[in-house]
């Protein structure tokens, strides 16, 4: 076993399994990378404030520009402009160009569905 491995982990494995070196090495196989970690956590800091989830139910109709968007969160343009940029660099929200309008999509419906999830989480009783 990896001499990193602490000497209870290795007494552990030892006990629990016949092949303890190869049940670490598939154990070390599951440690997820790092890119995928941080783009995760972003994901979910970006879904952590409630102005935010609020352009994203909003957006569920369809797209909307950032003045309407505006009025949504009754919040300063300059409130508005900063949580847009928080959800288009994690590709929650993408833009279109129209004239001098910017329009505001959801990316990916995916984030819907966890959306629609957390409410279900939130939802239950113990």
Not at 26 to 47: G, H, P, R, Y
Not at 89 to 107: P, S
Request: hydrophobic fraction near 35%; charged fraction near 25%.
């Amino acid at each position: 076993m990896s001499e990193s491995t602490p000497e209870s982990t290795r007494q552990t494995l030892n006990r629990l399994y016949d092949n303890p070196e190869d049940r670490l090495t598939s154990l070390t196989e599951l440690t997820a990378d790092d890119t995928e970690i941080q783009t995760t956590q972003a994901v979910f800091k970006a879904l952590s404030n409630e102005y935010r989830i609020q352009i994203l139910e909003a957006l569920r109709d369809g797209e909307l520009c950032a003045c309407e968007i505006q009025v949504v969160l009754d919040a300063p343009q300059s409130t508005v402009a900063s949580h847009l940029r928080e959800l288009k660099d994690t590709d929650l929200v993408n833009t279109r160009r129209q004239g001098k309008w910017t329009y505001y999509r959801i990316g990916d419906t995916a984030v819907l569905q966890l959306l629609d999830i957390a409410d279900a989480l939130g939802g239950k009783t113990a």
